[in-house]
């Protein structure tokens, strides 16, 4: 009876060792480094974290901050669990990434603080979770080689080599050819640094003449707004009419030569009546003192002095003249 009840207890003694030995594992094991068991804890969630290893460490300005303690998966997320040491506060507007040190490194959590461009944002508290709005999960290894595999079926390498070998089939096989390309670059460098000034010149205009139109800000809004527009096509009608016309008066021009007699007849025409001027204007004092000294006054004083009146045979027959006028009532 006592060696079934030692057998019995050996068996319940296996037994026990065995189910503990079952729940070790290499996480179970005290890790070496700080373990930040005084620290606090921030959920950070991803939308994938591939293979995160548990005690991945969490790195924050180049520098250990903490570590990860628990992965779980979320209905919507993956909540990794960092344990924070007590004297780090980070900032509720922080990013977190999955980044590795090497190609062949472990995955390890870095947060970055964003760019300050106010008041620096609240600690978060023990608990608080990083949302996953402001996280960034690596790709994924099928989209990864999905991409690669992309690039390399759809010919990329095969026209990098083609450009690769156009180039040298554009380039000067012969050594005087290279020569002379290097000199004339040289030539040309060497050209371009004694006239420094005029390029400085240059620039100084094109910065001169890009402040002139900083200046005409509002002159250029209203030509390319609504009424400039309307005014630029008006102009274009406009400009497209005198481009017909002209043309026609260019043919008037050329073929106008006809007008050359005409205009050496009015020419000679025009020298005639100069010189008929010339003549007017030597008679026009003789004509001018002829009205003036005979006509005119005889118009003023129209009478006529008689002094004599001979008859046919030679008798003066004035006596008379006083005794007829009388008659005639025209002298008293």
Known sequence: MSRLLRAMLAAAVSATLLSSCTTLNANSLPQPGDNYRDGYDVIVEFSNVLNLPERAKVVMDGTPVGVVTKVNISSSAVDV???????????????????????????????????????????????????????????????????LANFVASGSIQRAQNAVVNINSVTPSAAGELNQIASRVATDLGDLSKNVDLVDLWLTGLSGAGNVMATRTTAFQFWFSDVGIRGFKRNILVANSMGRLLPSVGSVYSGGYWLVPMMTSVATATESIQHAKWSIEDELPKWRRLFTDYFMPQDKYPAINITSIVGPDGREMSGDTEQVLRMLGAIP
């Open 81 to 147: 669990t960092a344990r924070i040491d007590r004297d780090v506060e980070v900032p509720s507007n922080v990013h977190a990434i999955l980044q590795q040190a090497t190609v062949l490194g472990d995955i390890y959590v870095a947060l970055e603080r964003p760019q300050e461009t106010g008041q620096p944002a609240p600690a978060l508290h023990p608990g608080a979770r990083i949302l996953v709005a402001q996280t960034t999960s690596p790709p994924q290894i099928e989209d990864t080689i999905a991409n």
